[in-house]
């Protein structure tokens, strides 16, 4: 986090500003001793379009990746949650012994 004195913020409140946006906070040190700090929030109409579940999420360009591979990886991550060491330690070994 950026850091600014208390005296910069009076004269350059625009340079404080910037970097807030830029960084996403700004820490503002006080003469007395005290820190402020100057934090970005987006109103919800730009987190959130209307008509959209704030869940829709976008997608990342260039993976190319099939429907069938996302719920693979998808049900692989959720079985490592839900397995112990020993019960992923047999999971592997089983998946090694198994021709393709």
Do not use: N, W
């Not at 910037?18 to 996403?24: H, L, M």
Request: negative net charge; charged residues 30%.
């Amino acid at each position: 986090m950026s850091t600014v004195t208390e005296s910069d913020f009076t004269q350059r409140p625009a340079e404080a500003l910037r970097i807030a946006k830029t960084d996403g906070e700004v820490r503002i040190e006080c003469t007395d001793g005290t820190a402020l700090t100057l934090s970005v929030t987006r109103p919800s109409s730009e987190t959130t379009k209307p008509g959209r579940s704030p869940l829709d999420v976008g997608y990342v360009k260039g993976l190319h990746l099939t429907v069938e591979e996302i719920v693979s990886a998808i049900r692989e991550g959720r079985e490592r949650d839900y397995l112990t060491a020993d019960e992923r330690a047999a999971a592997d070994a089983t998946k090694e012994q198994t021709p393709e």
